[in-house]
């Protein structure tokens, strides 16, 4: 299960209470947070890590933080996750957010000796506070029965908790799990979560309104929604999006746009996007004509799960090398291997 928590992850205290000697220097022996900040910010994480040390043992919460982060993704050259938990710990007594969050994340991974039960712990204080990633990973954990038992009406009340409090993520996993069931629903999220900016949302709904998902099928809601994916660096909602103006469908009809959204879907990996790439570089609609482009791009977007896609690839691979250069092929295979 993948949980994504804040950048900004926490601090904890040591098991026995002890607390970490800074250098035995003036400047360590002196160091607030701020100092601690602007060594991290520096890049010197080992310096950071003995300032945020010694300003958390004078009670600092967001030194804590730092010290936990640092510990736990070996900012300082080593990963210590017991000193991580210590300095969490800290902060989580103070009911710094951060903290709850990272140590319940370390509770999902049973890290330092943190188990799912506790993250269910930590995670709820997160949540108590308004942190949307702690909801979403109750939800998670409600759902799967992790240190808790399973609650799939708990689960459903976290996403939409954090739904409402507008996290766009936790919305369009609603609309994930209504997607079976009751289509329309689960479009209603993916609609409110592709308004707030979620990419897969309005790629997912773009996709509905154009197929048959008992929807009434709308090209311009369609081209809309997809489009909205595109421009944010969706590779599959540009090559959809891309053909639906090559189409004219829902959207102004133009080779010339249409190639450079293939050739943006391709660049970003998608297979359906290469293909199409390379078929308009094959026939020259809308992009200079190029047969080496071609070869190479449809090489590289290898086989589907689709048949009439993967027929229609075999049929341009079987003209290239019938009718273009050996040799011209011979560099485009090079390039792609």
Do not use: C
């Not at 160091?31 to 520096?42: I, K, M, P």
């Not at 609309?175 to 629903?185: N, T, V």
């Not at 993916?190 to 990419?199: K, P, S």
């Not at 996007?273 to 590289?300: D, H, I, M, P, R």
């Amino acid at each position: 299960m993948s949980v994504v928590f804040s950048a900004a992850l926490t601090l904890a205290p040591n098991y026995n209470g002890a607390a970490y000697a800074a250098p035995n220097n003036v400047a360590a022996n002196k160091a607030t947070y701020q100092d601690a900040l602007s060594r991290f910010e520096a890049g010197d994480k080992t310096t950071a890590l003995a300032y945020a040390r010694t300003a958390a043992n004078k009670g600092n919460a967001e030194a804590a933080v730092m010290a936990g982060y640092i510990l736990r993704t070996g900012g300082a050259g080593y990963v210590d996750l017991d000193k991580a938990r210590h300095w969490y710990t800290m902060a989580a007594s103070r009911n710094h957010q951060d903290a709850l969050v990272a140590l319940g994340e370390m509770g999902i991974k049973n890290e330092a000796g943190l188990t799912p039960k506790d993250a269910v712990y930590y995670l709820t204080r997160a949540s108590n506070q308004g942190r949307t990633d702690a909801m979403r990973a109750l939800s998670d954990l409600y759902r799967t029965g992790q240190g808790t038992e399973v609650n799939t009406e708990q689960s459903e009340a976290y996403l939409k908790k954090a739904s409402r409090s507008f996290d766009r993520d936790a919305t369009k996993r609603l609309g994930d799990s209504y997607f079976e069931e009751d289509p329309k629903q689960a479009l209603s999220y993916y609609e409110q979560a592709a308004e707030a900016g979620q990419l897969e949302a309005a790629y997912i709904a773009g996709v509905m309104y154009a197929e048959n998902f008992d929807i009434r099928p709308n090209s311009t809601k369609s081209a809309a929604l997809l489009r909205k994916a595109a421009e944010g660096g969706h590779a599959a909602a540009q090559a959809d999006y891309g053909l639906l103006v090559y189409q004219g469908v829902g959207a102004t009809k133009s080779e010339t746009e249409a190639a450079r959204w293939f050739e943006k879907s391709a660049r970003g990996g998608d297979s359906e996007g290469q293909f199409l790439y390379a078929f308009t570089l094959a026939k020259g609609e809308g992009v200079n004509q190029s047969f080496e482009e071609a070869y190479y791009w449809l090489l590289k977007s290898g086989q589907t799960s689709v048949d009439d896609y993967d027929k229609d690839k075999a049929t341009l691979k079987k003209r290239l090398e019938e009718n273009v250069d050996p040799e011209v092929l011979a560099r485009a295979r090079a390039r792609a291997n």
